[in-house]
C-alpha cells in the first residue's frame, strides 16, 4: 500500500464503493510470475472477435417508462 501511494499517489486503504478497510492479500515482486499472471490475464480479455455480439437494436422508448 505504501509503495502505492508514494509511486502513484492512490490510496488505497479504503474501499471507494463500501468504505471499508482494504486488506492486501498478496504483493507479487517476481517478475516472471508478474509476466505469467499478466500474459495469462490479457489472453483472456482479448476483444470479442467480428459477429460475436448480438445485432444492434434501438434504445428504449422513454414514454414507456416515465
Do not use: H
Not at 471499508?20 to 516472471?32: M, P, R, T, W, Y
Not at 509476466?35 to 414514454?63: C, D, E, H, M, N
Amino acid at each position: 500500500m505504501q509503495r502505492l501511494k508514494r509511486v502513484f499517489n492512490i490510496d488505497i486503504e479504503t474501499c471507494k464503493t463500501c468504505g471499508g478497510e482494504v486488506k492486501i492479500i498478496a504483493c507479487i515482486e517476481d517478475s516472471l510470475i508478474m509476466k505469467k499472471i499478466l500474459t495469462t490475464w490479457s489472453a483472456k480479455t482479448l476483444p470479442v472477435p467480428p459477429g460475436v455480439y448480438s445485432p444492434f437494436r434501438a434504445p428504449p422508448q422513454a414514454s414507456l417508462f416515465g
